[in-house]
């Protein structure tokens, strides 16, 4: 199930059409449906408001002004994990090892 923070995929007429994320799930005052927040990831960024029950929010499908909407979460795709950054103190290993001599630039220019 999609909850707050999760990143999903909009479709409508079963073709993409925006990325959104959960802002927030509350209860409506009509029994089993909820209000999700949705923050839409476009230019410019916009909120909206859907009143859904479980099983849309879950991703199934559904009609808003007579088109057909569905939303599905998106995950990260699986592969490697990316590599760490190298610490401060990694960088200050290295720069021990090089020769200490600095020359600035604005010397060289000079001369």
Do not use: H
Not at 20 to 30: H, M, Q
């Amino acid at each position: 199930m999609a909850t707050i923070g999760d990143v999903v995929l909009i479709y409508c007429e079963d073709q993409p059409a925006f990325f959104a994320r959960i802002e927030d799930i509350s209860n409506d005052r009509k029994r089993d449906w909820y209000q999700v927040r949705l923050l839409v990831l476009q230019i410019p960024l916009t909120e909206a408001v859907w009143i859904l029950r479980d099983e849309y929010i879950n991703g199934e499908a559904f009609t808003m002004n007579g088109r057909r909407i569905k939303m599905e979460k998106v995950t990260r795709p699986l592969g490697p994990e990316p590599e760490s950054l190298p610490s401060d103190s990694d960088f200050r290993k290295k720069d021990a090892a090089v020769n200490d001599k600095v020359i600035s630039i604005f010397d060289r220019k000079k001369g």
